[in-house]
C-alpha cells in the first residue's frame, strides 16, 4: 500500500506540462495540481508563464507551483530546463509534451521553414525533452510521459501538411519511446484530442461555415473544452495506468470513429 488515497492520488509526485502558459496545457497542469503533484509551467514568454504562475499560486501555494521558461526545440535548453527542475523541485515524475504550433497553408505554398518551425515544436520537442526526462526516470525505475497529440495524428486535412506529419510521427515516437523504456517502468501514452476551444483554434470558432461543420461532423455535437483533457491526463499520470503502454487515446466526441 501506498498511502495515497486513491490510484489516481498524484500527491508529491512533480510534473512539468511543456507549453502550459496557456490552452490545453494550462488546464492539464491544473488538473495534474488538482490531484496532488507539484507542478512545473513551461513556455517561451515569461510574462504569460509569470501570470499564470499566480493564478496558479493563489489555488495551490507557492511549494508547489514552479516555473522552468525554456524553448522545447532548443538541445541544450531541454537537457538544462530538465536538469535544474531535478536540482530545484525534485525528481521528475511525469512529463507532458504538450508544446505545439499549428501553421496554415496550402502545401504548395509552404516555405520550408515552417515546415521545420512546426516539425521541430510539435515532434523533435518530445523527443529532446522526453530523452531528458527519461534519463532521469529510468534509473529510478518509474515515470510517466504523456504525448499530446490530436485527431490529425490519423485524420488528414488540407493546408496544414506539417502539423498532420508532426502528430502522425508523434504518435509513432510515443511507441518507439514505449519499445526502448517501458521495461524500465515508464508508461508512455498519448492524449489527442478532436477540436478544442483555444487561442490556437479561436479562429476557426469564429468562422461561421467551419463551427458548422464541426458541429456536424462531431458525434457529441460541440467543441471540446480543455477541461476534457484533464481526467484522462490523470489517468494516464496515475498508478492507475500502470500497465498501460504506447497507447493513443483519442478525446473527440467521437469524431474520428465516423465518416
Ligand atoms: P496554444 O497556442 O493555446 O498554447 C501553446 C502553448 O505552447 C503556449 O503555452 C506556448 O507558449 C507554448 N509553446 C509554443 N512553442 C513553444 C516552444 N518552442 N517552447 C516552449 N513552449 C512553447 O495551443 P493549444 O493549447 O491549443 O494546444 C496545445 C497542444 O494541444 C498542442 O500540441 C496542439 O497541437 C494540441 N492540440 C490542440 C487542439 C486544439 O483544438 N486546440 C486539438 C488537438 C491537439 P509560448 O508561445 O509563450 O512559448
Redesign the pocket.
Known amino acids: 500500500m501506498s498511502g495515497r488515497s486513491t490510484a489516481f492520488d498524484l500527491t508529491g509526485d512533480v510534473a512539468l506540462v511543456?507549453?502550459?502558459?496557456?490552452?490545453?496545457?494550462?488546464t492539464i497542469a491544473f488538473g495534474l495540481a488538482e490531484a496532488g503533484a507539484s507542478v512545473v509551467l513551461?513556455?517561451?514568454?515569461e510574462d504569460?508563464?509569470e501570470q499564470t504562475r499566480v493564478e496558479f499560486e493563489d489555488h495551490f501555494g507557492s511549494d508547489r507551483v514552479h516555473v522552468a521558461g525554456?524553448?522545447?526545440?532548443s538541445p541544450d535548453a531541454a537537457a538544462a530546463g530538465v536538469a535544474n527542475i531535478e536540482r530545484t523541485v525534485g525528481p521528475l515524475d511525469i512529463l507532458v509534451n504538450?508544446?505545439?504550433?499549428?501553421h496554415r497553408v496550402p502545401m504548395l505554398e509552404l516555405d520550408p521553414a515552417d515546415w521545420d518551425r512546426v516539425l521541430s515544436?510539435?515532434l523533435t520537442?518530445a523527443f529532446l525533452v522526453g530523452r531528458e526526462a527519461a534519463r532521469q526516470m529510468i534509473p529510478r525505475g518509474r515515470g510517466k510521459i504523456i504525448n499530446?497529440?490530436?485527431?490529425?495524428a490519423d485524420l488528414a486535412r488540407p493546408t496544414i501538411a506539417p502539423?498532420i506529419a508532426s502528430?502522425g510521427g508523434l504518435r509513432n515516437l510515443t511507441r518507439a519511446m514505449t519499445a526502448e523504456w517501458a521495461a524500465h517502468g515508464l508508461q508512455i501514452n498519448g492524449l489527442?484530442?478532436?477540436?478544442?476551444?483555444?487561442?490556437?483554434?479561436q479562429n476557426l470558432v469564429d468562422d461561421e461555415q467551419f463551427n458548422s461543420w464541426i458541429l456536424g461532423r462531431t458525434p457529441a455535437a460541440r467543441w471540446?473544452k480543455?477541461e476534457d483533457l484533464v481526467g484522462p491526463a490523470v489517468w494516464l499520470a496515475s498508478r492507475a495506468s500502470d500497465f498501460v503502454n504506447g497507447q493513443t487515446i483519442f478525446i473527440d466526441g467521437g469524431m474520428s470513429v465516423v465518416v
Not at 18 to 26: F, P, V
Open positions: 511543456t507549453g502550459s502558459s496557456r490552452g490545453i496545457g494550462k513551461n513556455g517561451r514568454n504569460a508563464l525554456f524553448d522545447v526545440t504538450n508544446a505545439g504550433v499549428q515544436t510539435n520537442s499530446i497529440l490530436s485527431v490529425q502539423y502528430k489527442a484530442p478532436g477540436y478544442i476551444h483555444t487561442e490556437m483554434t471540446g480543455t
